[in-house]
């Protein structure tokens, strides 16, 4: 595809529900990100993966989040138990080769609302 | 913490102004800070970024002035137009890891 894509756009689950949030990057680009958005807030870094490297998780605000990256392309964000703080954006970013000074490309990310 | 201190929130420029967000940053091992435009509904885009070796850079109506000794950037955005109606993001990275700031809500009035 043309940029990166997220699905679903939104989602809303009851407070306690597992949910799982998907990022297909841009073909070719090795390093993968997610963020998150709160409302009136910038963007909250929560993972990186690159290549085959261990993720940078320490983003992660809490064990009931988690992701994974398979086949060094799709990634899966997944919240468990979630709760209404969880409620936010999720954008994930892609860019061609991780490290310094390298244009991260976003998603339009997945509105995840909790009630 | 943030790490990075953005402001204004929001503004609000007749067409033909000059909008002027600034960014404040306490971390000296950030190396790289960049812009990124956010429209509703859109993910960011990276608009134009600056390493701490310059002092300025100019691309089109944009240009970042930044001051490494008092550790502040800002973005100027001249001649602003409608289509310029945004939320702003400042950034300062280390590495991979950006930092963002709250953001700032640009209103361009026609």
């Known amino acids: 595809g043309a940029g990166v894509s997220q699905s679903p756009s939104n989602k809303v689950t009851e407070k306690g529900k597992d949910v799982e949030l998907r990022c297909d990057p841009i073909?070719?680009?090795?390093?993968l990100y997610w963020y998150r958005q709160s409302l009136g807030q910038g963007l909250e870094f929560l993972i990186y993966?690159?290549?085959?490297?261990?993720?940078?998780k320490s983003g992660l605000p809490s064990d009931r989040f988690s992701a994974e990256r398979t086949g060094g392309s799709v990634s899966t964000l997944t919240i468990q138990r979630t709760q209404q703080e969880d409620s936010a954006v999720y954008l994930c970013a892609s860019s061609p080769w991780g490290g310094a000074n390298t244009e991260a490309f976003f998603g339009q990310g997945t509105r995840l609302t909790v009630v | 913490q943030q790490q990075v201190k953005q402001s204004p929130q929001s503004l609000i420029v007749q067409k033909g102004g000059i909008s002027i967000i600034n960014c404040a940053y306490e971390n000296t091992a950030f190396d790289y800070f960049p812009w990124y435009q956010q429209f509703p509904g859109k993910g960011p885009a990276l608009l134009i970024a600056i390493r701490p070796d310059v002092s300025e850079k100019k691309e089109g109506r944009f240009t970042i002035s930044f001051n490494k000794s008092a550790k502040q950037f800002s973005l100027h955005i001249m001649d602003s137009q409608p289509g310029d109606s945004a939320t702003y993001f400042c950034?300062?990275?280390?590495?991979?890891?950006?930092?963002f700031g709250a953001g700032t809500t640009v209103t361009v009035r026609a």
């Open positions: 993966f690159q290549g085959n490297s261990a993720p940078d």
């Open positions: 073909s070719g680009h090795t390093a």
């Open positions: 950034a300062a990275s280390i590495d991979y890891k950006l930092s």
